[in-house]
């Protein structure tokens, strides 16, 4: 028999793809009026091109760098559309920190259309008292089924999507913010999002990180906005990608084999697919405002208690004892009997007491390393010895940083409380924004911190602060760790660098201990910088650049997660 030929895969081209690329080209592109729009609302050239893009394309990813005002030009958009199809309606989904900022952002550029965000309790229109849960969620969809602008977490696409969709008007035109969150299709999320738009002929997706890690997320991405884009993932993954097969059973007598993809091809003619319906500019793309950024690494040599600890950590020593310890205590708790021992801890247990624990959990393992970086009590509170990155942190804030509007990452919230007794002990007041906030607390202290009459000069944030919610008060930004990723990175520098902030440049430090896995990490950022100028275009200039010097990269052009390429460079 002979083989089988594929048949070409017939990219779809927009009719008016030629108007589009002028329009792109422009500089003196104008927009219809709207009585919906406020007078006060004036838009940069940049900003005009963009609303228009969106105005000719009912399904558009807009990847502009943060900071150049996504959500005005997806809102100005929407007004002018509602003028011309009066019972259209729009729905957001973002961030749960971002939910009153977009109502913000309706109120200052837009007038006479209603709006709502999503609350976690809710007076229903006649009832008496404020009710949760479900039951909030079904009150608000339907008191505010006529409402022109609907705003919602991510959260009820998980749990009831078509409720949501059958409380919206037939005309609607649905937005994705931060719609890089959807690069999981296996996630509840991802399935909730995708039977929502079962009849929805206008999607719209808003992000500055496309891709945070892996190609293949993009395409998940326009398989949920446009699905016609590209065909089948198998036939994605031949086009751009370069695969082998990996043995995941290396102890066992049977095993079995996956396909890996190592390193990405073709990304130049992956660009011209999707630009049509995909369109970016960088801060040096419209020369915009936006503040420089000047990356400063404060290198730090470690005290001897993390020294001992760092080193644990790679041997694997400190993760099987804490395993064990756990494994124990719910053992004890359980009264003996392993059964009530969930599973996972019981499988875990096993790998620590074959040797296998670091292969088999490399995330956890790579998190032992960064805690013991970080220092002893992130391990464990009850650990003694001193940490110099916190040393380096408390020198800064009292040193260059003094008086200043601050903001510190970490990627992890149970450090923060550490974090917050340097600022105590300085006498600094501090907010923070983490995962473990209520909504009005998130918003609350976003808004003390960005007061510039605030004597509030600290705001510390996990990955729940970084994307979405603005602190251009502040032009200095403090990693005590850094993100794994890229786009996590790209995302963090956005929250400070925005358009109308004061400052001429944004100083983001990076807290290194030498010989760890902060110094790892930074390498391998810059290697995934590159996949991503190959696969979308220009990154912010100024990250990872330090002193003028490029740093080196690890995986330029790897196609495996940043948990894997780290977990080889460390544990070899």
Same mark, same amino acid.
């Given at each position: 028999?002979?083989?089988?030929?594929?048949?070409?895969?017939?990219?779809?081209?927009?009719?008016?793809?030629?108007?589009?690329?002028?329009?792109?080209?422009?500089?003196?592109?104008?927009?219809?009026?709207?009585?919906?729009?406020?007078?006060?609302?004036?838009?940069?050239?940049?900003?005009?091109?963009?609303?228009?893009?969106?105005?000719?394309?009912?399904?558009?990813?807009?990847?502009?760098?943060?900071?150049?005002?996504?959500?005005?030009?997806?809102?100005?958009?929407?007004?002018?559309?509602?003028?011309?199809?009066?019972?259209?309606?729009?729905?957001?989904?973002?961030?749960?920190?971002?939910?009153?900022?977009?109502?913000?952002?309706?109120?200052?550029?837009?007038?006479?259309?209603?709006?709502?965000?999503?609350?976690?309790?809710?007076?229903?229109?006649?009832?008496?008292?404020?009710?949760?849960?479900?039951?909030?969620?079904?009150?608000?969809?339907?008191?505010?089924?006529?409402?022109?602008?609907?705003?919602?977490?991510?959260?009820?696409?998980?749990?009831?999507?078509?409720?949501?969709?059958?409380?919206?008007?037939?005309?609607?035109?649905?937005?994705?913010?931060?719609?890089?969150?959807?690069?999981?299709?296996?996630?509840?999320?991802?399935?909730?999002?995708?039977?929502?738009?079962?009849?929805?002929?206008?999607?719209?997706?808003?992000?500055?990180?496309?891709?945070?890690?892996?190609?293949?997320?993009?395409?998940?991405?326009?398989?949920?906005?446009?699905?016609?884009?590209?065909?089948?993932?198998?036939?994605?993954?031949?086009?751009?990608?370069?695969?082998?097969?990996?043995?995941?059973?290396?102890?066992?007598?049977?095993?079995?084999?996956?396909?890996?993809?190592?390193?990405?091809?073709?990304?130049?003619?992956?660009?011209?697919?999707?630009?049509?319906?995909?369109?970016?500019?960088?801060?040096?793309?419209?020369?915009?405002?936006?503040?420089?950024?000047?990356?400063?690494?404060?290198?730090?040599?470690?005290?001897?208690?993390?020294? /001992? +600890?760092?080193?644990? $950590?790679? &041997?694997?020593? *400190?993760?099987?004892? !804490? @395993?064990?310890?756990?494994?124990?205590?719910?053992?004890?708790?359980?009264?003996?009997?392993?059964?009530?021992?969930?599973?996972?801890?019981?499988?875990?247990?096993?790998?620590?007491?074959?040797?296998?624990?670091?292969?088999?959990?490399?995330?956890?393992?790579?998190?032992?390393?960064?805690?013991?970086?970080?220092?002893?009590?992130?391990?464990?509170?009850?650990?003694?010895?001193?940490?110099?990155?916190?040393?380096?942190?408390?020198?800064?804030?009292?040193?260059?940083?003094?008086?200043?509007?601050?903001?510190?990452?970490?990627?992890?919230?149970?450090?923060?409380? /550490? +974090?917050?007794?340097? $600022?105590? &002990?300085?006498? *600094?007041?501090?907010? !923070? @924004?983490?995962?473990?906030?209520?909504?009005?607390?998130?918003?609350?202290?976003k808004n003390i911190f960005q007061d510039p009459d605030s004597d509030v000069k600290i705001i510390f944030i996990t990955d729940a602060g970084s994307a979405s919610i603005n602190l251009q008060v502040s032009g200095y930004l403090v990693l005590f760790d850094s993100p794994w990723t890229w786009g996590d990175l790209v995302q963090l520098v956005g929250r400070v660098r925005r358009l109308n902030s004061e400052h001429q440049f944004v100083l983001v430090y990076h807290l290194v201990e030498e010989g760890t896995?902060?110094?790892?990490?930074?390498?391998?950022?810059?290697?995934?910088?590159?996949?991503?100028?190959?696969?979308?275009?220009?990154?912010?200039?100024?990250?990872?650049?330090?002193?003028?010097?490029?740093?080196?990269?690890?995986?330029?052009?790897?196609?495996?997660?940043?948990?894997?390429?780290?977990?080889?460079?460390?544990?070899?």
């Amino acid at each position: 028999m002979p083989p089988r030929i594929q048949k070409p895969h017939i990219y779809p081209i927009p009719s008016n793809y030629e108007l589009i690329k002028k329009v792109r080209a422009s500089k003196t592109a104008t927009l219809n009026e709207s009585k919906y729009i406020k007078p006060t609302t004036k838009l940069r050239y940049y900003q005009v091109v963009g609303t228009l893009n969106l105005l000719l394309l009912k399904y558009f990813i807009l990847g502009d760098e943060p900071g150049l005002g996504k959500t005005v030009q997806c809102l100005v958009a929407y007004a002018i559309l509602k003028t011309f199809q009066p019972d259209l309606q729009l729905i957001v989904f973002t961030t749960k920190s971002a939910k009153d900022q977009w109502g913000g952002e309706v109120d200052k550029f837009l007038q006479g259309l209603s709006y709502h965000v999503m609350k976690g309790s809710y007076k229903p229109k006649g009832g008496t008292r404020k009710i949760t849960g479900k039951d909030c969620r079904d009150a608000q969809c339907l008191d505010q089924k006529d409402t022109d602008i609907f705003i919602s977490g991510y959260y009820p696409l998980t749990i009831e999507p078509n409720h949501i969709r059958s409380s919206r008007g037939g005309n609607l035109m649905v937005v994705f913010d931060e719609v890089h969150l959807l690069k999981n299709n296996k996630s509840k999320t991802y399935v909730g999002a995708e039977e929502f738009l079962n009849d929805v002929s206008m999607v719209y997706g808003l992000t500055a990180t496309p891709i945070k890690n892996r190609l293949l997320e993009f395409y998940y991405v326009y398989k949920l906005i446009m699905p016609q884009l590209f065909p089948k993932v198998t036939w994605f993954k031949k086009e751009f990608c370069n695969e082998v097969l990996k043995n995941i059973t290396p102890y066992s007598p049977t095993p079995k084999f996956i396909s890996e993809i190592i390193s990405y091809k073709n990304l130049p003619r992956f660009r011209e697919i999707i630009d049509p319906y995909f369109f970016r500019r960088s801060a040096d793309d419209v020369g915009s405002e936006l503040p420089g950024i000047v990356s400063r690494r404060i290198m730090i040599a470690m005290s001897p208690s993390q020294e /001992r +600890l760092y080193s644990e $950590a790679k &041997k694997g020593i *400190i993760q099987e004892r !804490k @395993v064990r310890q756990r494994y124990l205590e719910l053992l004890d708790k359980a009264g003996g009997n392993e059964s009530l021992v969930p599973d996972k801890i019981k499988e875990m247990y096993q790998d620590s007491l074959t040797g296998d624990f670091l292969k088999k959990h490399k995330t956890s393992s790579l998190v032992f390393c960064q805690l013991a970086s970080n220092g002893p009590q992130w391990l464990d509170p009850e650990e003694t010895g001193n940490s110099t990155k916190e040393d380096a942190l408390e020198d800064l804030l009292e040193g260059e940083l003094l008086d200043q509007k601050v903001v510190i990452y970490s990627r992890y919230n149970s450090g923060i409380p /550490r +974090l917050e007794k340097i $600022a105590d &002990k300085l006498g *600094i007041k501090h907010v !923070k @924004v983490t995962g473990s906030e209520s909504d009005s607390n998130r918003t609350k202290a976003k808004n003390i911190f960005q007061d510039p009459d605030s004597d509030v000069k600290i705001i510390f944030i996990t990955d729940a602060g970084s994307a979405s919610i603005n602190l251009q008060v502040s032009g200095y930004l403090v990693l005590f760790d850094s993100p794994w990723t890229w786009g996590d990175l790209v995302q963090l520098v956005g929250r400070v660098r925005r358009l109308n902030s004061e400052h001429q440049f944004v100083l983001v430090y990076h807290l290194v201990e030498e010989g760890t896995i902060d110094e790892r990490v930074l390498f391998v950022l810059k290697g995934k910088k590159e996949l991503v100028e190959k696969a979308v275009g220009p990154q912010p200039k100024g990250l990872l650049c330090f002193d003028g010097i490029e740093l080196e990269s690890i995986g330029n052009n790897d196609g495996r997660s940043e948990v894997d390429i780290l977990f080889d460079d460390i544990f070899g």
